[in-house]
């Protein structure tokens, strides 16, 4: 059954946008003109939107990709349905940051559609949460749930203001569990599947060791929440750059990454930051399914290049409805 769902996303993967097709639509000179590019794609329900809005167009996108993961967890069987039932939950994931993000201010348009689409993809109650007053009631009704840790972390959102130490918090449960799933996958799926989460973790681990020095967080905070997986990096990279006495010297430990961080760490653009980010983990991602196209690695590293696709489009959506430029924050 597994060569079925390889099967399925080799072909799948021909509906990828191209990048020449990515660039056409960057071009575009309203939304209207952007949503008629994409009518005759995969992404086809953006006929039926009345007022075009970059919003309800990020719906589409997210939903698009949830059709795709949910019809490739519907072809498979064994190991690779056990590992993509855990995978999935990066969903659960950034619904949640979201969510926790809007309860720091007025709850926007664009986040109750956002989380209306990622409904279908989690068992968590999603509606009973947003209808939470505030992050310390969504952290207690996660009480219950295999996030229920982030209320270690609590504390630190209330002493930074920010979300983020929680955001940390539920990347760190998140690939754990992930990781553990992919313990029950053998051979050389189990190495490329592993290093390309690897290289999503690694990313994730830098943003946290230079938080004390580009965010003012605390050391001890930084160092409990470093995801216990390694792989060009060793622990004691992040332990130096979390005790660094400034961003330059933290970014000494964490060279690998130094093109990644810099504009997060020099400019504080963390768009600029992510699009490097992800530009290394769809290089590997490209790379892996030349090397090991009839692998279960083929389906993840198909549904790794969707997600990034899917960010694409919604970073397009807001920039043409905003009337911001995409250079260099596209990756393609």
Known sequence: MSEYSIVRCHGLATHLLSGQVIDALASSKNLREFTDMLA????????????????????????????????????????????????????????LSRLLRSKTSKPTESAKKFL?????ATDLKLDRLMEAKDVDEVVEKLSETQYSSIKKNLQWYHEYDSTLPLEFQLKKIYYETTFEALKRIHGGDRTRIGRLLGIEIEIANCFTAIAPTLYGYSKEMSKQLIIPHFLMLEASDFERAIEADNIQNALIHLKRYEEVLKPAAENKDECLAETKALALVQNEARKQMREANIGLTYVICYLTLHEIERRN?????YAIQNNLQTEGYLVI
Not at 116 to 120: G, M, N, Q
Not at 313 to 317: P, V
């Open 116 to 120: 209306s689409s990622i409904a279908v």
């Open 40 to 95: 005759p794609t995969d992404y086809n329900k953006v006929r039926d939107v009345r007022e075009i809005d970059a919003s309800y167009l990020e719906a589409i996108f997210e939903e698009e990709l949830i059709a795709k993961y949910t019809y490739v967890l519907s072809t498979s069987s064994g190991v690779l349905r056990n590992f993509l039932t855990a995978y999935y939950r990066r969903f659960e994931v950034r619904a």
């Open 313 to 317: 489009l919604t970073l397009l959506a």
